[in-house]
C-alpha cells in the first residue's frame, strides 16, 4: 500500500495516486496528467478507477485526457454536476477550458477500491457534492478543499455554505480515529488530531 502525490494544474491542486498490489487509483487529477501516467507506467501499476472529490475546474482539467488514456471511469457525486455548468466548473473564471468529460455516480457508504475498504463520505460545505475518502487501512482521509492545515475551504463560491462545511468537518472527519492523515486538496497534510486541538475555525469546539 502507498501513496504518492502530484502538484497538477494552474492551481498545484494535490492529485493522489494510491497504490495496492499492481492496482492504483487516482484522486483529483487537476491538470496533465502526463506524470501520473509515467508512473503508472513504469511502476506496472493497472488505474482501477478515478475519483473526484469536488467538481471545481482545479480537481477536474485532467479527467478527461485521463479517462480517455487509460479507458477508465471518473467518479463523482452527481450533486454536483450543475458545478459543471458555471465558470467554477469548466474553468473559464480563470481563462481556460475543462475538457467534457462523463461521470458515474458514486454511492455514500463502504465499498473497496484497490482491494482496501474505503469510506465514502458526503462532506458538502465547499462545494455541492463535496465528497472525502477515508481508507481506514492507510489511517488516511482525502478530503478535498474541505479541511486543510489550520484552515477550511472556501464558502463563498457558488454553493458554498460554512455553516454547512463545519458540520460536516464536525460529523464526518473529527469522529475519525486521531491519529488519521487528512490530505488536502492543496498545500500540506495535517492530521484529525492537529485540526482538532490547532484549527481556529473549531477552537470554540469541546473534545
Not at 497538477?8 to 494510491?18: D, Q, R, S
Not at 482501477?48 to 479527467?63: A, K, P, Q, R, Y
Amino acid at each position: 500500500m502507498d501513496i504518492k502525490a502530484f502538484a497538477l494544474g494552474p492551481l498545484e491542486t494535490n492529485c493522489y495516486v494510491i497504490t495496492n498490489d499492481n492496482k492504483a487509483v487516482v484522486i483529483d487529477p487537476g491538470g496533465d496528467p502526463t506524470a501520473v501516467l509515467a508512473f503508472l507506467k513504469k511502476s506496472g501499476f493497472e488505474l482501477e478507477s478515478i475519483l473526484n472529490t469536488h467538481l471545481h475546474f482545479d480537481h477536474i482539467v485532467g479527467n478527461a485526457a485521463l479517462a480517455e488514456a487509460t479507458g477508465k471511469t471518473i467518479y463523482a457525486d452527481e450533486s454536483g454536476l450543475s458545478l459543471m455548468n458555471t465558470p467554477l466548473g469548466d474553468g473559464s473564471m480563470i481563462g481556460i477550458k475543462v475538457a467534457p468529460f462523463k461521470s458515474e455516480h458514486i454511492k455514500i457508504g463502504k465499498t473497496e477500491m484497490v482491494g482496501l475498504e474505503c469510506n465514502v463520505l458526503s462532506t458538502p460545505g465547499h462545494a455541492p457534492g463535496s465528497l472525502t475518502f477515508h481508507f481506514p487501512a492507510l489511517e488516511t482521509a482525502f478530503v478535498g478543499d474541505l479541511i486543510f492545515r489550520r484552515s477550511i475551504g472556501r464558502t463563498d463560491f457558488p454553493g458554498g455554505d460554512l455553516d454547512m462545511l463545519k458540520k460536516s468537518v464536525q460529523e464526518n472527519i473529527f469522529t475519525l480515529p486521531e491519529n488519521t492523515t487528512l490530505l488536502s486538496g492543496h498545500g500540506p497534510s495535517t492530521s484529525v488530531a492537529e485540526e482538532k486541538n490547532h484549527n481556529p475555525f473549531f477552537s470554540d469546539m469541546q473534545f
